[in-house]
């Protein structure tokens, strides 16, 4: 008789979580990779006990995002919509435009774009910490170096 007990799938619940901090150095790493390397430890892709229905995924921290880097003629050719949500107020910028404003927002929209629409999404989305120099606000929290 085979023990039915060792095939049962355990799902990750609050009890069974295991959140940790991960840092990212975003120098000279391109943008994509970047993001999809984030988005993934932050849904929890990467642990054993991934449970699509839970936040299960680590705390991430990107550091240098100011010294991201976009392969080929992206900076210039690549446009990003908004709109402001008035009628005729779609506005669209170059990643170089955007960059200059504000150099975490590029890494913050291609994660976020990475995540999945909905309240979970936009749960594991707060567990994202985007610094544009080496300085950030965590050492207590001790992460770990993760390479890319």
Same mark, same amino acid.
């Given at each position: 008789?085979?023990?039915? *007990? $060792?095939?049962?799938? #355990? /799902?990750?619940?609050?009890?069974?979580?295991?959140?940790?901090?991960?840092? &990212?150095?975003?120098?000279? $790493?391109?943008?994509?990779? *970047?993001? $999809?390397?984030?988005?993934?430890?932050?849904?929890? #892709?990467?642990?054993?006990?991934?449970? %699509? !229905?839970?936040?299960?995924?680590?705390?991430? =921290?990107?550091? +240098? /995002?100011?010294?991201?880097?976009? /392969?080929?003629? @992206?900076?210039?050719?690549?446009? !990003?919509?908004?709109?402001?949500?008035? %009628?005729?107020?779609?506005?669209?910028?170059?990643?170089?435009? =955007? !960059?200059?404003? +504000? %150099? &975490?927002? *590029?890494?913050?929209? $291609?994660?976020?774009?990475?995540? %999945?629409?909905?309240? *979970?999404?936009?749960? &594991?989305? #707060?567990?994202?910490?985007?610094?544009?120099?080496?300085?950030?606000?965590?050492?207590?929290?001790?992460?770990?170096?993760? @390479?890319?």
């Amino acid at each position: 008789m085979v023990n039915t *007990l $060792s095939y049962k799938t #355990k /799902s990750a619940n609050r009890a069974t979580l295991n959140k940790e901090w991960v840092i &990212i150095d975003a120098k000279d $790493s391109i943008l994509g990779r *970047l993001a $999809s390397e984030a988005a993934k430890l932050l849904r929890g #892709k990467h642990k054993t006990n991934y449970t %699509p !229905h839970m936040d299960c995924g680590d705390h991430v =921290i990107i550091i +240098n /995002s100011q010294h991201i880097k976009l /392969s080929g003629n @992206k900076w210039v050719a690549r446009e !990003h919509y908004r709109h402001t949500g008035y %009628p005729g107020g779609q506005r669209r910028e170059t990643p170089v435009a =955007i !960059h200059e404003k +504000n %150099p &975490i927002k *590029l890494v913050e929209q $291609s994660v976020k774009g990475m995540l %999945p629409k909905t309240k *979970l999404g936009r749960a &594991i989305y #707060k567990n994202l910490y985007v610094y544009p120099g080496h300085e950030h606000n965590h050492e207590a929290q001790q992460p770990r170096e993760f @390479k890319i």
